[in-house]
């Protein structure tokens, strides 16, 4: 297991009577929130979603990091964000992010292992290096693909545990 790799509860996810996109969100408090774009379609499964990042005060995202027990990328910003919210494909994430694996090597491809491996996706305001623990300041969220292929619907989540909510309702306010 990796050492940025922190277990946490198993997604508790519920189906919202209107049919809409599923984000998956989590925050920390004072800090900032993350959202998980998917369609509930299967093809959800095979690619990482896209994630609405969203930080309260002056310091915006620096790092990503995506990381499986057997698997680990990290994404830097090559620009500092403003406007409080950015939105980042992490298949795909573009010319705004470095991608590097868990050693530190480039890395032009990021796909999931399979639909039930869990992720834990964390957001920093500062970056470190390779082999060092992310602060995940603005916040962090433990989703599986499979998941986001099987639901539709917000769900939203404190440091802990989650709730579904509406997608009007994401970000929840700083």
């Known amino acids: 297991m990796s050492v940025h790799h922190r277990p946490r509860a198993g997604l508790r996810l519920a189906v919202l009577a209107a049919p809409t996109t599923l984000l998956l969100t989590a925050c920390l408090p004072d800090q900032g929130h993350i959202g998980l774009e998917a369609s509930g379609h299967f093809t959800a499964e095979q690619k990482f979603p896209t994630a609405l990042i969203t930080w ?11 990381v499986a027990d057997d698997h680990q990328w990290r994404l830097t910003a090559t620009e500092e964000f403003t406007g409080g919210e950015v939105e980042v494909d992490l298949s795909a994430p573009g010319q705004n992010w470095e991608i590097t694996d868990g050693e530190g090597g480039a890395t032009y491809r990021v796909v999931p292992s399979s639909p039930g491996t869990e992720y834990t996706l964390g957001v920093s305001t500062e970056t470190v290096e390779a082999g060092e623990e992310p602060s995940n300041d603005i916040a962090d969220l433990v989703f599986t693909t499979g998941d986001l292929a099987a639901q539709e619907g917000v769900y939203a989540s404190d440091s802990e545990e989650g709730e579904m909510v509406s997608v009007e309702d994401f970000p929840p306010e700083c």
């Open 56 to 66: 309260c005060g002056d310091s915006p995202p620096a790092q990503i990091d995506l």
